[in-house]
């Protein structure tokens, strides 16, 4: 079965400094997606950044980049230079590639707050 | 293309009445899928259509809720006889393959 981790409930980071939210997953299928997703006070979930199992190099989208290890089974969103409006709950999400394997599992979320 | 839109954002009913939300997807989307999303929690998965057919659906999914996408455009997802464990936040998304997924805003239901 999937799993999806995120062992940081909250985070509290200074303004203008780069942050890691971790993620770990677990799956025995070779093949998957990884994603991140944020999701404001106001509930919308908004895409970040995906990572598939087999890209060889890491995701990067803007200020944020995914520090893929696959051994590791690691996932962890990097983001640089934060702003006050990266304040918000991130989702780290994993969906298996295959034929009826079409949901997103969903870790428990990291509520990331940035101080002025 | 304005996304997906779900509506209503938010609802407030009562424990035993019956209740309908509204999905509609990006119109080129042929995927669409139902989560639900308990506070503190990320969300979890419901069903799953492609086009007008419902291919998964997760053991969440008691008896009272049922989903319908016809013609593969819009679809619902009611829930019958509400419980307030039934509160949740109910999030709809769309995507064309395994990594476009977008999603609405969601619809907020609160069962008192």
């Known amino acids: 079965a999937q799993k999806i981790t995120q062992t940081q409930p909250g985070m509290f980071v200074q303004e203008k400094e780069a942050v890691t939210l971790d993620c770990t997953y677990d799956?025995?299928?070779?093949?998957?997606?990884l994603f991140w997703y944020k999701q404001p006070s106001s509930g919308e979930m908004i895409f970040l950044i995906y990572?598939?199992?087999?890209?060889?190099q890491n995701a990067t989208e803007g200020r944020y980049s995914l520090n893929f290890q696959k051994a590791r089974k690691s996932a962890n969103l990097v983001i640089s230079a934060s702003q006050l409006g990266d304040s918000a709950m991130y989702f780290c999400?994993?969906?298996?590639?295959?034929?009826?394997?079409?949901?997103?599992?969903f870790g428990t979320g990291t509520r990331l707050t940035i101080i002025p | 293309d304005t996304g997906v839109s779900q509506d209503p954002r938010h609802k407030i009913t009562k424990r035993g009445q019956n209740v309908t939300f509204r999905c509609d997807p990006i119109?080129?989307?042929?995927?669409l899928y139902w989560y639900r999303q308990t506070l503190g929690q990320g969300p979890e998965f419901l069903t799953y259509?492609?086009?007008?057919?419902?291919?998964?659906k997760s053991r969440l999914l008691s008896d009272r809720f049922s989903a319908e996408r016809p013609k593969g455009s819009f679809s619902t997802l009611e829930i019958q006889r509400t419980e307030q464990g039934d509160s949740a936040m109910y999030l709809c998304?769309?995507?064309?393959?395994?990594?476009?997924?977008?999603f609405g805003s969601g619809t907020r239901l609160t069962v008192v």
């Open positions: 259509f492609q086009n007008e057919a419902q291919l998964e």
């Open positions: 119109s080129e989307h042929n995927r």
């Open positions: 998304a769309s995507s064309l393959g395994p990594r476009g997924y977008t």
């Open positions: 999400a994993m969906r298996e590639v295959g034929f009826g394997n079409e949901k997103l599992t």
């Open positions: 799956t025995s299928d070779p093949s998957y997606g």
């Open positions: 990572q598939g199992s087999y890209d060889q």
